[in-house]
């Protein structure tokens, strides 16, 4: 299937469309099987074992002409807008996405979304929580403290009410390599369940780099001061020389007053900042060259090799020794 075919197939009418498009009601791909109304609740929840029975992701097209009622998932699910406007009503606020924009919904968010009409293309990519975790915050949360931050932002929503909206409308690459990874799903070949595991990480790289630049256009300068990213990449760039009280002068700030701030959009302190970029570049050391123990203890800025093991191991769960053996 190349990405022509892809069209004619996402525009065509499925067998529930056909149906949905003459009574206006929902219908549901397994007879409303897969919702269950649980215990405690009265929003049916969408259950996973009807979807992964192929791979640890799932791509279907969302059925257009038909209202789908107030529901929610045990999985993290991805809208995709490939064609047109969706409107979604995620936990009692009003969502539009435009064409090429993504929205991510963590796990028991209530949403429902109005009927699409004939030009509008909704694609769910759905995945269980441990396979979002592995794919983004494994490949992507060690890389800086920077990417820590966004990875987590991202995984665990913390100021987004459980969705995050993405303005992916002008990535082309994104676009192209999830029309790439639709091809392979809706027409199976060899090695395509593996194909789209693959491409997902890239997928959430690029969304990443989105969510980046959504975040410093939102938390533009206000009064001359900076925005978190601008603070956390300062730190990531100058953590073996930089003090609290230096960065606070360096953006303009109260010491105590970024300290909590810190704290408040991170998860962890100044210090503790510092300490987990320290660990991640004595990774990425161990990992691509042959420095000494000492040498990268010394680069990291601890002056005491057996200090750097003991918070290596408190840090990765393993000596630096074991930790580059284990990287080859």
Same mark, same amino acid.
């Given at each position: ?13 499925? /067998?529930?469309?056909?149906?949905q ?10 007879d409303?099987h ?9 929003? /049916?929840? %969408? !259950?996973e074992?009807?979807?992964? #029975?192929?791979?640890p992701?799932? *791509?279907?097209?969302?059925h257009?002409?038909?209202?789908m $009622?107030? +529901?929610?998932?045990?999985? *993290?699910?991805? #809208?995709y ?10 936990n009692?606020?009003q969502?539009v ?6 929205c991510m919904?963590d796990?028991?968010? /209530?949403?429902?979304?109005p009927?699409?009409?004939? +030009?509008?293309?909704?694609i769910n990519i ?5 396979t979002?975790?592995?794919s983004f915050?494994?490949?992507?949360? #060690?890389?800086?403290i ?5 990875? #987590?932002?991202?995984s ?20 192209? *390599? ?15 369940v593996? %194909?789209? !595991?693959s491409?997902? $990480?890239?997928v ?14 939102e ?14 990449h300062?730190?990531?760039q ?22 909590n ?13 510092v300490?987990?970029?320290? %660990? ?28 750097? +093991? ?5 840090h990765?769960?393993?000596? $630096? ?6 990287g080859?």
């Open positions: 299937m190349n990405h022509k075919q892809l069209d004619q197939y996402l525009r065509k009418y499925d /067998p529930i469309e056909e149906i498009i003459k009574t206006r009601k929902n219908i549901n791909d397994f409303g897969e919702l269950l109304v649980e215990s405690g609740s009265s929003i /049916p929840r %969408m !259950q074992e009807y979807f992964f #029975n192929k791979g992701i799932f *791509i279907s097209k969302h257009r002409f038909a209202d $009622p107030l +529901h929610m998932h045990s999985f *993290i699910e991805i #809208n807008v490939y064609s047109g406007v969706c409107k979604q009503n995620i009692g606020k969502v996405l435009k064409q090429g924009q993504v919904l796990v028991d968010v /209530p949403h429902s979304i009927s699409l009409g004939e +030009h509008d293309i909704l759905i995945m269980k929580k441990e979002f975790t592995g915050l494994g490949r992507l949360g #060690n890389t800086g920077v990417s820590n931050f966004l990875a #987590n932002a991202v665990e929503n913390q100021r987004h009410d459980h969705y995050i909206l993405f303005h992916s409308e002008g990535n082309e690459n994104l676009q192209y *390599i999830i029309k790439n990874m639709m091809c392979e799903f809706f027409d199976e070949q060899d090695y395509s593996e %194909m789209v !595991q491409y997902l $990480p890239v959430l790289t690029e969304l990443m780099r989105v969510y980046q630049l959504d975040k410093n256009f938390l533009t300068r206000v009064s001359g001061k900076a925005n978190i990213i601008e603070i956390l300062y730190i990531e100058n953590y073996n020389h930089c003090s609290l009280t230096s960065l606070a002068e360096k953006f303009n700030f109260n010491s105590n007053y970024l300290g701030m810190l704290k408040e959009r991170t998860g962890k302190t100044f210090l503790e900042l300490q987990m970029q320290r %660990m991640i570049r004595a990774s990425i050391l161990l990992k691509n060259t042959t420095k000494s123990m000492d040498d990268i203890s010394f680069e990291i800025g601890y002056e005491s090799s057996s200090f750097f +093991h003991r918070k290596f191991k408190q990765f769960g393993c000596t $630096p020794t074991q930790f580059r053996k284990k080859k």
